[in-house]
């Protein structure tokens, strides 16, 4: 394993949302993230919607202010709100957003948007734009043609080729990508993801890869995370992690997803059935959080919120099955 790039701990982010009898009540959109990335690592961050995931990828960008917690980028604290942050550190650190319609300024021209990052950043003199530029937008198969054209007159998948070339301007080390396909048609997903693949491979970046899809994570993650109401509930390399998931969330999320061989029918999970709703993060209930759709859930869930526990080498998980203290079962 490389040196981490990144260092998450213990990682806040509430939203004040209204008023209960004078007193603030808050969204806890991430509650208490630890999470370590190596650098060169494709780290898959999974989840349904409404975990909190790009509020942590907002959070890490600076464009929210933690409400608690540090991060640590390239051995610095960047545990403020972007305008706070050294310059040096911001080009390092990248983001491509989920919708690459509203990412991108519509009155602008490609040549533009482009230019933006790289004069922020003192990239390259102004004589020097067009030919960086070119070389951008060949790093994404875009002919130079594209340089005069506008979003809207582009595809889904030509936008998030661009917002993609906007990330790698900076010549960053590390790039969030916020669900990256999941807006484009299934043509194009494929065609997105070898790309980023070649990129991570030739420019040796790491990725944070935010996704609903454990499917894609199999075949491109080194380790996964499952994020759950703000928190990381599981996490494993992913050959450990697909081969003995232990979490009853992550268990749910397996047996739900469709397979291609045998091999894999093999692997999966026995169909998990979930008891209740996803609560609402306004209202998360005391113990775990998971308890209200949790087919194994005992007493003591009722009344302790689990601390993660390493169970092998790298492989941590969130629940009281797997500490010594479990109660009765009364599922
Ligand atoms: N600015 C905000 N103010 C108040 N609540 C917010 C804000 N941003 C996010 N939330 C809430 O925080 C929770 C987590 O949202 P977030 O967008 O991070 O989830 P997500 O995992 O990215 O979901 P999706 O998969 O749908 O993109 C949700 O309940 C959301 O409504
Ligand atoms: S701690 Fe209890 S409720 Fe939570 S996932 Fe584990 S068994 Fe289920
Ligand atoms: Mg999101």
Redesign the pocket.
């Known amino acids: 394993m490389n040196a981490p790039i990144m260092t998450i701990n213990n990682l806040k982010m509430y939203f004040p949302v209204q008023k209960s009898k004078g007193k603030p009540v808050y969204v806890k959109a991430v509650d208490g993230v630890d999470l370590t990335i190596y650098k060169g690592e494709i780290m898959g961050l999974v989840g349904e919607s409404g975990s909190g995931k790009s509020t942590l990828a907002y959070t890490v960008m600076g464009m929210y202010k933690p409400t608690g917690g540090q991060i640590i980028f390239q051995g610095r604290d960047i545990s403020m709100s972007s305008d706070k942050r050294p310059l040096s550190l911001k080009k390092d650190l990248q983001i491509v957003f989920q919708d690459p319609g509203s990412s991108l300024n519509p009155s602008h021209n490609i040549r533009q948007i482009l230019e933006l990052p790289l004069r922020v950043h003192k990239i390259v003199k102004r004589e020097e734009m067009e030919r960086k530029i070119t070389q951008i937008l060949q790093m994404v198969e875009l002919s130079p043609n594209y340089m005069y054209k506008s979003p809207a007159s582009m595809g889904g998948g030509e936008r998030q080729m661009v917002s993609i070339a906007r990330a790698l301007a900076t010549d960053p080390t590390f790039i969030i990508l916020d669900e990256p396909t999941s807006a484009l048609d299934v043509s194009i997903q494929a065609k997105i993801i070898n790309m980023l693949l070649k990129l991570q491979q030739e420019k040796q970046l790491t990725y944070l890869f935010i996704t609903h899809d454990l499917s894609l994570m199999r075949n491109i993650a080194t380790r996964v995370a499952i994020m759950y109401l703000g928190k990381i ?1 599981e996490m494993a390399d992913t050959v450990e992690f697909f081969r003995n998931p232990l ?3 992550t268990r749910m999320l397996l047996s739900s997803i469709p397979v291609v061989s045998e091999e894999e029918e093999a692997l999966k999970p026995k169909k998990v059935i979930s008891t209740g709703e996803i609560p609402s993060p306004v209202n998360v209930p005391p113990g ?1 959080s ?2 209200l759709r ?1 087919p ?3 007493e ?2 009722f009344r302790e919120d ?1 601390v993660m526990l390493e169970v092998s080498p790298g492989h941590l998980v969130r ?3 797997y500490q010594k203290t479990a109660g009765v079962n009364v599922a």
């Open positions: 509930c979490h009853p969330y775990c998971f308890h949790c194994e859930k005992t003591l869930c689990p629940c009281h099955a």
